[in-house]
């Protein structure tokens, strides 16, 4: 129940097609660094947003959920997205004009206890497959909207450390992983993936003017395509956190009432779905809960898309936070 066979099959076909061409051989493409004249913060600004999200499976802690956003966050943010594009536009004047299309480095940090599976030494094939779920996501491929981006692997870290591991969400040995391996500016997506604490399924930063060390995703290993994770094995964390890492918060963000998620295409949610609730409609206003969207909670199998204002409102992000 929940499954969606053609999705299934399109996602498989998929991979299968477009995996050769994300060989490593693609290793030496630049990274960018940021703008440094968008790396300071204009006085005035003192809120610090929120900057990390969860996924949570269910029964998960969803009380650890460190972005569980309050209403004040949520303003905090919009006021900030709102002065950021302010900035760039100042700073854009009779220059360059706004991306379009966008192709992010990825590098992937894959931290490891030791060399077994186990002690999270997955293959290659798992993160070039996740690589190819992304590109198939961020497409519309899989049903929903094209958005603009794209995701080409630069470079994949091996690292054995077992202070830095399981990876424990808001420790200071995430700080020092984190510290020591990010790299790139802030067009680079920096993955981390590992066995996570509390039985979370990852984590992500929102885009933030200054580029912080912490800037990144880490998603449990496990959960990429072929991974052991039951129902959490498609690829669709990596696709979920990514989305806040471009700046989209839950669709349940802000319930039934306000401005929600802030995306207006997406249907208001009172809560988290999980597993794939068919009908699902918490919110007197228009339109069934959005359980198939990628920035809910339900299971791979179930979410297949973002909309089109999702994809608006992560390319505005991009040329506000993330362009160089
Ligand atoms: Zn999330």
């Known amino acids: 129940m929940g499954l969606r066979p053609n999705l299934l099959t399109r996602r498989t076909a998929g991979v299968a097609t477009s995996t050769l061409a994300l060989l490593l051989s693609t290793a030496a493409v630049g990274v960018v660094p940021a703008a440094s004249a968008f790396s300071a913060a204009p006085a005035g600004v003192c809120a610090e947003p929120a900057d990390a999200h969860a996924r949570v499976a269910k029964g998960g802690h969803a009380k650890l959920d460190p972005n569980h956003l309050t209403a004040k966050q949520v303003r905090d943010r919009e006021a900030d997205l709102a002065a950021a594009q302010r900035e760039r536009a100042n700073f854009r004047t009779g220059a360059v004009a706004p991306l379009a299309t966008v192709t992010i480095p990825v590098v ?56 830095w591991y399981p990876i424990v969400q808001g420790s200071s040995a995430e700080r020092s992983m984190k510290t020591s391996l990010r790299t790139g500016g802030k067009n680079t997506l920096n993955m981390y993936l590992g066995e996570l604490s509390d039985g979370l399924l990852g984590w992500a930063t929102f885009p933030k003017r200054t580029l912080d060390k912490m800037d990144g995703v880490v998603v449990l290993n496990e959960s990429l395509p072929g991974g052991s994770a039951t129902n959490y094995n498609q690829g669709d964390t990596g696709t979920h956190e990514i989305g ?15 401005s929600g998620d802030s995306v207006s295409d997406t249907p208001a949610e009172a809560s988290p779905a999980y597993e794939c609730p068919t009908g699902r409609d918490t919110c007197s206003t228009t339109g069934k809960d959005p359980i198939t ?16 204002g999702q994809a608006s409102r992560m390319l505005t992000a991009w040329n506000a936070y993330r362009a160089a």
């Open 293 to 308: 969207n990628f920035m809910d909670y339900t299971y791979d199998s179930c979410m297949y898309q973002f909309t089109a």
């Open 108 to 163: 992937v940090h894959v931290i490891q206890e030791n060399s077994t599976r186990a002690g999270g030494n997955i293959p290659d094939s798992l993160i070039t497959q996740q690589i190819s779920v992304l590109n198939q996501a961020y497409a519309g491929s899989t049903g929903g909207a094209a958005t603009a981006f794209s995701f080409q692997l630069t470079k994949i870290n091996r690292v054995t450390n077992t202070s």
């Open 244 to 258: 806040h890492w471009l700046n989209l918060y839950h669709t349940f963000q802000g319930g039934c009432s306000g």
